[in-house]
C-alpha cells in the first residue's frame, strides 16, 4: 500500500498556473501508476491525467489537454501536475491516486487516495 499527500493548490485568475504535488510514502512506489482525478461541487469525481510506472507512459482527460502537464519523480516518490491556463471550469478538489499494474482511467481501479488539494480559479 502506498500513502499520498497532496498539495500546491489554491487560489489563482483565470489564465494563471498552479503546480500540484504529490508525495507518496513507501518503496514500492516505483511500481505504481499514479491518477490524478478532480471533483467539482455537484460533481463526480472525473479522471485528470495519469502516468504509468516508468514515466514514458500519460494520458490526459480531452479537457485538459495541451495545458495539464503530469510527471514523475521517482527517485524522490513525487509525482506532479502542471497546470497552464487555468479557467474557472478547472475549480475542484484535486486528488492523486495509485494504482498497482497498467496505467487506467476509471476511479474504481486506483487503490489508494490522498485527501485531495483544493484549486480555485476566479474569473
Known amino acids: 500500500q502506498v500513502q499520498l499527500v497532496e498539495s500546491g493548490g489554491g487560489l489563482v485568475q483565470a489564465g494563471g498556473s498552479l503546480r500540484l504535488s504529490c508525495a507518496a510514502s513507501g518503496r514500492t512506489f516505483n511500481t505504481y501508476a499514479i491518477g490524478w482525478f478532480r471533483q467539482a461541487p455537484g460533481k463526480e469525481r472525473e479522471f485528470v491525467a495519469g502516468?504509468?510506472?516508468?514515466?514514458?507512459?500519460?494520458d490526459y482527460a480531452d479537457s485538459v489537454k495541451g495545458r495539464f502537464t503530469i510527471s514523475r519523480d521517482n527517485a524522490n516518490n513525487m509525482v506532479y501536475l502542471q497546470m497552464n491556463s487555468l479557467k474557472p471550469e478547472d475549480t475542484a478538489v484535486y486528488y492523486c491516486?495509485?494504482?498497482?499494474?497498467?496505467?487506467?482511467?476509471?476511479?474504481?481501479?486506483?487503490?489508494?487516495w490522498g485527501q485531495g488539494t483544493q484549486v480555485t480559479v476566479s474569473s
Open positions: 502516468i504509468n510506472w516508468s514515466g514514458r507512459i500519460t
Open positions: 491516486a495509485a494504482k498497482s499494474g497498467p496505467l487506467a482511467t476509471a476511479r474504481s481501479g486506483f487503490g489508494s
